[in-house]
């Protein structure tokens, strides 16, 4: 898509990604992202400097995102940063004071990486 690239040659794990939003490039630290969320075509990534929507789809944000353990799919609108969870229940997990839903198709991996 548009929107995204990575910064790596190869498959060695980046620790950052580049995101094109507003007509222009924005290097986002990985471990500084609070959460997504997808807006249809477009993704809201949620970082502890602010927010930036950017043209993608959380699918292909969660494939960009795979190799990096903290960033994990919750619901089909949500992909997390576990290190940024405050709390969390069998239902939903508090980032930055929000509350975002597990769905049911990723509750049992999402609750075994909370708990790890």
Known sequence: MEGLSSQKADEKKSDHIILKSD??????????????ESL??????HTINGKLVCYSRLVVMEELLKNHNNMVRIHRSYMINISHAKSFTNFNVEI?????????????????????
Do not use: F
């Not at 007509?23 to 997504?36: F, M």
């Open 40 to 45: 249809d075509d477009y993704v809201k990534v």
């Open 23 to 36: 007509s222009k490039n924005h290097k986002v630290i990985i471990d500084e992202i609070l959460y997504i």
């Open 96 to 116: 930055d004071g929000k509350e975002l839903p597990i769905g049911r198709k990723y509750k049992e991996q999402v609750i075994s990486k909370l708990q790890a």
